[in-house]
């Protein structure tokens, strides 16, 4: 999926101050391409992912997937969207408490209609070393693990879009390059389009290119 942004802005409204996050910010990205995006603590990147998965609607710009403007989908649109073509990891995980591993990865298959969707999200949670905590519930799972969960989520449906927000900050060394090497083999096998927020310097050289959020805008390294 090709994906541009083109003079997107977003500000919060803190009491009766505007806080202007992102301003005139713009990207293209290729489809199949994997962007890192790095930037200091509080300069709009989870924001950024928010915009494109339509968990907030920006205050100017457009969205574009392919040649379709995502400008005024409507939320049904937008909800039709995440579950068809988008896989995101969030910052904190946000994996379904009632839920185990298994059931939480085996999620978005099932939301698209799959009778048995358990032994693909069981092989999944196998790659990512977690093939003894299938039944365990979210907070039976350690920060790691349940990283490890929320990114079999965001791939096992082989979204054309994946959205990461720090997706190896909670693993060690080896595990956390054990879950790159998942990541990037399934992100290029399958032509994925990504956007990887990350502090990590490992993860970003991994990238085919790394933008820095400044000041509201991306801008190369
Ligand atoms: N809903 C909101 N209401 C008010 N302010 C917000 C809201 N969401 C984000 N912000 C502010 O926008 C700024 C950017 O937040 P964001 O979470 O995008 O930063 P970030 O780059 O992801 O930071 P980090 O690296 O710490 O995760 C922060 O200063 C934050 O306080
Ligand atoms: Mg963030």
């Known amino acids: 999926m090709n994906v541009q942004l083109q003079g997107l802005a977003k500000s919060f409204l803190q009491g009766e101050n505007s806080l202007r996050i992102l301003h005139g910010l713009s990207l293209d ?14 300069s709009g990147k989870s924001t950024l992912l928010s915009l494109l998965a339509g968990f907030e609607r920006p205050d100017a710009g457009l969205i574009r997937w392919d040649a379709q403007a995502a400008g005024d989908w409507t939320e049904p649109q937008w909800a039709a969207f995440r579950k068809e073509s988008l896989g ?3 910052q ?5 408490p009632y839920l185990t591993a298994v059931e939480n990865v085996a999620l978005p298959l099932r939301l698209l209609g799959h009778d048995d969707p358990e032994p693909e999200a069981r092989k999944m949670l196998s790659e990512l070393g977690l093939e003894k905590r299938l039944h365990h519930l979210p907070h039976q799972l350690s920060g790691g693990e349940s990283q490890r969960v929320a990114i079999g989520r965001a791939l ?18 080896r595990t ?12 290029e096998g399958r032509q994925q389009t990504a956007l990887i927020v990350t502090h990590s310097q490992e993860v970003a050289q991994r990238c ?7 000041q509201g805008q991306l801008w190369p390294v």
Do not use: C, W
Request: hydrophobic letters at 45%.
């Open 29 to 42: 990205m290729k489809s199949g391409e994997i962007v890192a995006v790095v930037g200091e603590s509080g």
């Open 88 to 90: 995101f990891v969030f």
């Open 92 to 96: 904190n995980y946000y994996l379904i």
């Open 156 to 173: 096992i449906h082989s979204p054309r879009l994946v959205l990461a927000d720090e997706p190896t900050g909670s693993l060690d060394a």
């Open 176 to 187: 956390g390059q054990q879950v790159l090497d998942l990541l990037f083999r399934q992100l």
């Open 208 to 214: 085919h290119r790394i933008l820095t959020l400044k």
